[in-house]
């Protein structure tokens, strides 16, 4: 089950990198790539893949034993769920291309969505 959300969360990560990418006008790559991970959606997306590589291939290293801490789960799970409200809340939804939409769905809904219903079943 952790490898699957990993690979949800990390294909959400990876679209949605490849959205910037083809939007940046005049930007090189290095200054999209900055730009993208400065959003909190970029970072908290980020926070859920680390934590769920660390529940998927770590063994009884300190941060595995650290990634599953109730509290820990908690609060990523706080964190990217505040994203995926915050989003619609202020944004609603927005007119976007079908590529731009299925990027916005993975890192605004799906990953928020799936991250609570892990959240919901180990803790």
């Not at 089950?1 to 690979?7: A, Y």
């Not at 809340?89 to 769905?105: A, H, N, P, T, V």
């Amino acid at each position: 089950m952790d490898f699957v959300l990993f690979l949800i969360t990390a294909l959400a990560l990876i679209i949605s990198l490849i959205r910037e990418i083809r939007k940046r006008g005049s930007d090189s790559i290095g200054v999209v790539v900055w730009k993208y991970f400065s959003y909190y959606t970029t970072l908290s997306n980020f926070l859920v893949l680390v934590w769920f590589a660390a529940l998927t291939f770590g063994s009884e290293h300190s941060v595995t034993q650290f990634a599953k801490n109730p509290n820990v789960a908690t609060a990523i799970t706080f964190y990217i769920v505040t994203v995926g409200i915050a989003n619609y809340l202020i944004y609603g939804w927005l007119k976007l291309s079908l590529f731009e939409r299925i990027s916005d769905l993975l890192v605004h809904a799906v990953t928020p969505v799936v991250t609570l219903s892990y959240w919901f079943e180990v803790v």
